[in-house]
């Protein structure tokens, strides 16, 4: 059974920073997209199996995919959270690698709330 389960949530003030996990099982293009209150999903950022990494221009230099195989985990490092990056953050996999477009993924997680305060 295809089970992606994210964690590492919370609630940050301005500028502060989070790491969201991912367990896989075993998926190596995985995506992170989010989704702010009352606003369509958005793509964030994707990894492919190589390792090539994908992000949206909103988080560009301040958000970092990293994996660690072994256990099947991936990770979304937010750094310099700004209020409008609150949303409902979900991984997704088993889709177009690299993809940052919802509709191509067929897993997805449960999500987990970010919420960053000014």
């Known amino acids: 059974q295809v089970q992606l389960v994210e964690s590492g949530g919370g609630s940050v003030q301005s500028g502060g920073s989070l790491r969201l996990s991912c367990a896989t099982s075993g998926f190596t293009c995985v995506a992170w997209f989010r989704q702010p209150p009352g606003k369509e999903r958005e793509g964030v950022a994707a990894v492919d199996f190589l390792g090539n990494t994908e992000y949206a221009d909103s988080v560009k230099g301040r958000f970092t995919l990293s994996r660690d195989h072994a256990n099947n985990t991936h990770y979304l490092q937010m750094n310099s959270l700004q209020p409008e990056d609150t949303a409902m953050y979900y991984c997704?996999?088993?889709?177009?690698?690299?993809?940052?477009?919802?509709?191509?993924?067929?897993?997805w997680g449960q999500g987990t709330q970010v919420t960053v305060s000014s």
């Open positions: 997704a996999a088993g889709g177009q690698c690299l993809s940052l477009t919802s509709s191509e993924y067929n897993y």
